[in-house]
């Protein structure tokens, strides 16, 4: 499989740096096909892992946010892992297939991810296998992708709809690129901005126990059951839901004025130095702003939220696709 990414390099006149960073030369023509909804991308700062086994299903639906028996025989789900205090480790897109399951997250995270999951396995007929080299991982944007759902499953490999306008395709083989035609491949900033564009934050280790589920809206984007059984964090994702209102969510936003990287403190003047929020992505544009997706108290919007290393960049505020009940 590498050597069939390498090629795909080739032709596309682009590297994958030492940060796992795909580059990939117009850069405004990538986000210019992304605004189209025409772009796609090797994702190649993320991982995937397959877990499977006898018990993988009830395994998996004691540690996870989502509900994993949901689908078990065929279907796809955001997801989230958390340490006991409902801090999220990772976020992840899972697919079901017959009681197995694929798992995507960020790849800066998935190592740790893997054996701290193996951990918990014990006596349980569970195993968590790494993947990512034996698959090329794409993501696509589609507009007929509304719902998650698992859309095709053969020999070489699988496509999941995330809904929202995405497709991910898990190829074992390059060859059958049809696909691909009409559309125009990005790099990993310009990916980035795909996921800004739909409001889906990814947790990475700049962001590792930073938030718990509902702060990247998980729950409005079928990332949280609360019908399920215990799960590492259940009581404060419960706690948060029932009662009060959720204090910090997920933005999109630009940001006029500096650069920003993931993991970037915000401020406002009337709190000082206390940091009331974290950048989750960003991708700067075209224009040398910066598009991001942030976890901000939504109070915060109220007076100006600042970048803690530059106060002075201005951060506007910018619609998600879907809407926040609870902090608009």
């Known amino acids: 499989m590498q050597q069939l990414i390498e090629q795909w390099l080739v032709e596309n006149q682009g590297e994958i740096t030492e940060g796992d960073e795909l580059k990939l030369p117009a850069y405004a023509q990538q986000l210019a096909a ?19 086994g006898e018990d993988a299903t009830t395994f998996l639906q004691g540690q996870f946010s989502c509900d994993v028996a949901a689908i ?3 279907g796809v789900t955001l997801g989230s892992y958390s340490n006991a ?27 740790g991810f893997r054996r701290r999951l193996g951990m918990f396995v014990l006596r349980a007929k569970v195993k968590i296998d790494a993947v990512t080299e034996q698959y090329a991982l794409w993501l696509q944007q589609d507009a007929q992708a509304v719902q998650p759902a698992l859309v095709e499953l053969d020999e070489s490999g699988l496509v999941l709809s995330m809904g929202h306008g995405l497709v991910l395709r898990l190829a074992r083989r390059l060859q059958a690129m049809h696909w691909q035609h009409g559309r125009q491949p990005v790099g990993s900033a310009a990916a980035d901005y795909v996921f800004i564009r739909a409001g889906l934050g990814w947790v990475s280790q700049a962001t590792f126990e930073e938030f718990v589920p509902q702060m990247l809206n ?24 029932y009662l009060g209102k959720v204090k910090r969510r997920l933005y999109r936003a630009n940001v006029r004025g500096a650069s920003v990287k993931e993991g970037a403190a915000i401020i406002t003047a009337s709190t000082g130095e206390q940091v009331i929020g974290r950048v989750v992505l960003a991708a700067e544009m075209a224009d040398d702003s910066v598009a991001c997706l942030l976890v901000l108290q939504h109070t915060a919007w109220e007076g100006r939220p600042q970048l803690q290393h530059n106060p002075h960049a201005v951060i506007e505020k910018q619609p998600l696709p879907y809407i926040l009940p609870d902090a608009d």
């Open 34 to 52: 992304v605004d189209a909804g025409q772009a796609y991308s090797l994702l190649s700062k993320y991982a995937l892992l397959h877990i499977h």
């Open 72 to 74: 078990a025989d065929g």
């Open 85 to 111: 205090k409902g801090r999220m480790q990772a976020s992840f897109v899972l697919a079901g297939v017959g009681g197995q399951y694929y798992l995507l997250l960020r790849k800066d995270i998935a190592e």
């Open 218 to 241: 998980l729950e409005l984007l079928g990332g949280i059951s609360f019908k399920k059984g215990c799960y590492p964090g259940q009581e404060i994702v419960a706690r948060t839901q």
